[in-house]
Nanobody, 125 residues
Framework: QMHLVESGGRLVQPGESLRLSCVAS????????MGWFRQPVGKEREYVAA????????YYSDSVKGRFTISRDNGKNTLYLQMSSLRPEDTAVYYC??????????????????WGQGTQVTVSS
């Protein structure tokens, strides 16, 4: 089971950019699709983006499409989320997770129920 550590979150102003990282250890990172999720205070966790193990397929929710880019470096066991044109509604704790599979229609299946501690992104002026 992989151990996931997210980082990179901080306070930014609307319109700014930020890159999140998720470092995996203890498992076959390169063998899994990976996803980013976020959870605003008092709300349910939202599925944001996903990438296949070979980076050949990606998925983005409508709320971030065109503004966020997911990528990965299997040699570094690291997943990234490049976020641009940030909005106050992007404020949330961001988590990464291993996926068994995902689809273009928003379907996903978690590989396990293993979550990191998350990283807080706050977008505010």
């Amino acid at each position: 089971q992989m151990h996931l550590v997210e980082s990179g979150g901080r306070l930014v102003q609307p319109g700014e950019s930020l890159r999140l990282s998720c470092v995996a250890s203890g498992g076959a990172f390169g063998g899994y699709a990976m996803g980013w999720f976020r959870q605003p205070v008092g709300k349910e966790r939202e599925y944001v983006a996903a990438i296949s193990w070979a980076s050949t397929s990606t998925y983005y929710s409508d709320s971030v499409k065109g503004r966020f880019t997911i990528s990965r470096d299997n040699g570094k066991n690291t997943l990234y989320l490049q976020m641009s044109s940030l909005r106050p509604e992007d404020t949330a704790v961001y988590y990464c997770a291993a996926l068994q599979r995902f689809g273009s229609n928003g379907f996903y299946e978690l590989a396990d129920n293993n979550w990191g501690q998350g990283t807080q992104v706050t977008v505010s002026s």
